[in-house]
């Protein structure tokens, strides 16, 4: 039993982070129509800078307990990258999927090499900050407190999202403009703006999960690739462009990945990828395609 939660949590830790770069890659797709691979980039960016700031603010000082908000802050500053990558992505807007996808993997591989020109190619982590909170007993298991606290962080996110997509006028706009983009232009609606804001906010997504990761692991150059392998897991079990297809999609791949590695690692991928076929088979929509967000 105790066992089984241990797997359980660890399942759900590992989903809570793919659900926030799953859910960016969702929101632009939704609107923009664009399967942006670069969304591995960010989540990688992100863990190099949320070392870096976590580092910086406790050689300054600060008291470890408080590098959490380091790590967060700097999610929320690479909303910066955001607006750079959608301009590049105007390009290709009207084109062929095809050279979506060879855009945005292009920018993965620039993204590697100038992570490597900076960081370097050796693992970089944060320590022993992992543990600053300790470690928590649930139901005979043993916890890192942090685990939990970035469980906590991802379902306020996630509800958050639902808020503003659901209550809010850009929420609305949104979601009009993932349902008919030519109708809520001549309505009046700023596409150009709408476009940048919805990429800015799925950025930062994706460097919010790099960043609440990595205190759990270590930041790479290529780890951004390996997540989109994932990513693109989810996205075919929830559905394309449904918030809640990624929400539950991460949490099939999460726990099943976690049961796999705690089984037998070598069909860790094999089990996930299992699931997608027999998903494609079943529902080729995925589990809430066509359910709006």
Request: proline content about 2%.
């Amino acid at each position: 039993m105790s066992n089984a939660l241990n797997i359980l949590l660890s399942g759900v830790f590992h989903a809570a982070i793919l659900f926030l770069v799953a859910a960016g890659l969702q929101l632009v797709f939704g609107v923009q129509r664009i399967f942006n691979l670069a969304c591995g980039s960010f989540y990688a960016l992100g863990a190099y800078v949320g070392v870096s700031a976590a580092r910086a603010a406790v050689a300054a000082g600060v008291p470890q307990e408080l590098f959490i908000l380091a790590l967060v802050l700097a999610g929320l500053a690479l909303a910066v990258v955001g607006p750079l990558v959608e301009w590049l992505l105007r390009f290709v807007y009207e084109r062929d999927e095809t050279f979506q996808l060879l855009l945005t993997f292009a920018i993965v591989l620039m993204f590697e090499d100038i992570m490597r020109m900076i960081w370097g190619t050796s693992p970089f982590s944060t320590g022993g900050l992992y543990l600053v909170y300790g470690r928590v007993t649930v139901l005979g298991v043993t916890v890192p407190v942090y685990n939990l606290i970035v469980i906590a962080a991802s379902l306020l996110i996630a509800l958050l999202m639902g808020y503003v997509l659901v209550r809010t006028r850009f929420g609305r706009i949104v979601r009009a403009t993932a349902e008919n983009r030519e109708m809520s232009e001549a309505l009046g609606v700023n596409m150009r703006a709408i476009y940048v804001k919805v990429f800015t906010l799925g950025t930062v997504l994706g460097t919010l999960g790099g960043a609440l990761v990595i205190p759990a692991t270590a930041a790479m150059s290529e780890m951004g690739i390996e997540l989109i392998v994932e990513a693109f897991a989810v996205v075919v079990i929830g559905g394309l462009g449904s918030m809640r297809g990624a929400f539950v999609g991460a949490l099939v791949v999460g726990v099943l990945r976690a049961v796999a590695i705690s089984t037998y690692p070598e069909l860790e991928m094999l089990l996930i990828y299992l699931i997608v076929i027999g998903v494609l088979v079943l529902r080729p929509r995925g589990l809430f395609g066509g359910v709006a967000a």
